[in-house]
């Protein structure tokens, strides 16, 4: 059984940051590649960032260069860290595998920017 936990969410102003994490248990984590995704209200949910098992990363074209995707496979943890924050970035932020599987789906930790 896989469980995704996700934290780090809260509400910033305009152009701050935040690190969201995701801890990862009960899988060969080392050897998944793992995402970040998001939904906004009223909207689908979708993929924002992406990271293999060996460390390549990928993101939408809405946060690139402002968001970075990292892990640590000794801890099971993968990372967001969201510098220049955007009130459109508003959204529940979620982990999970690429591609996601549905029963994996966590929580999600809300992130809210806002003046």
Known sequence: QVQLVESGG???QPGGSLRLSCAVAGSDFSRTDMGWYR????????SVARISR???TAYIDSVKDRFTISR???KNMVYLQMNGLKP???AVYYCNTIPDVDNYWG???QVTVSA
């Open 72 to 74: 640590d496979n000794a």
């Open 88 to 90: 459109e970035d508003t």
């Open 39 to 46: 939904q906004a209200p009223g909207k689908e949910r979708e």
């Open 10 to 12: 809260g509400l910033v």
């Open 54 to 56: 060996r460390g390549a």
């Open 107 to 109: 929580q999600g930790t």
